[in-house]
């Protein structure tokens, strides 16, 4: 479904482009109004084909940005955390060492 939906929105989103580039390049004044009516229309159609699927997107995004504030917010605990479980591993050779050579 997934693949289905995005190849055909990447269709979609071509000819939106196309469209965009062609009234950009060849300017509004190059159409008649019937013709700037139908290309609207269509690019209509076309933005709410892929609506659904930019809705998830931006969903996913901004959990996204939830999880990563979330993250964020434990990592100095987590740096505190190693470099304590370094030091006390650095520390328990060092003793053992020391033990082995008395």
């Avoid at 159609?45 to 504030?69: F, G, I, K």
Wanted: aromatic share 6%; with cysteine.
């Amino acid at each position: 479904w997934c693949k289905a939906t995005m190849s055909s929105n990447d269709e979609a989103f071509a000819e939106l482009d196309d469209k965009h580039g062609d009234v950009a390049y060849y300017t509004p004044t190059h159409y008649s109004h019937e013709d700037l009516l139908g290309i609207a229309g269509r690019m209509k159609e076309l933005t709410q084909s892929v609506q659904a699927n930019l809705n998830v997107l931006m969903r996913a995004h901004s959990e996204c940005l939830t999880d990563r504030r979330e993250y964020r917010s434990v990592c100095p605990e987590l740096i505190r955390l190693t470099w304590q479980s370094l030091a006390t591993t650095i520390l328990s050779r060092k003793v053992r060492e020391e033990k082995e050579i008395d």
